[in-house]
């Protein structure tokens, strides 16, 4: 059964400042997720961007936002196949289990200077 959705769009452009900034870059971005983002070259504004979105998109899919919830425990990472996946841990972790979410959906995408992150939530 379908528990949430979200669904959340950012300013590419927006990154910007982000991405040389590492108190900014450390708030919101566990050191996995950072190595990601880096070794997308090219592509590392619209990839930081949709993965804010997803964080975003998380909290909006929870109906509950983001309060209490320690951004670095929401790691968008990928799988073998490049899929990107939601990896929830501590604070993440614990808002799904408590309203027994079993499973996350996870889409990506961009175009111009938008990207936009859609989860939704099963439990």
Not at 92 to 105: D, Q
């Amino acid at each position: 059964m379908i528990a949430g959705i979200g669904i959340d769009a950012v300013a590419i452009s927006r990154m910007e400042k982000w991405i040389n900034d590492p108190s900014i870059m450390d708030h919101f971005f566990d050191g996995e997720e950072v190595g990601i983002i880096n070794g997308r070259g090219a592509g590392r504004l619209r990839s930081l961007a949709a993965r804010f979105a997803a964080k975003e998109a998380f909290g909006k899919a929870l109906g509950t936002g983001l309060g209490g919830i320690t951004l670095r425990d929401i790691r968008v990472l990928n799988a073998v196949n490049e899929k990107p996946e939601l990896n929830l841990r501590g604070t993440a972790r614990k808002a799904v289990e408590t309203r027994g979410i079993t499973r996350t959906h996870l889409s990506l995408t961009h175009e111009g200077d938008t990207a936009i992150a859609m989860v939704v939530l099963e439990a």
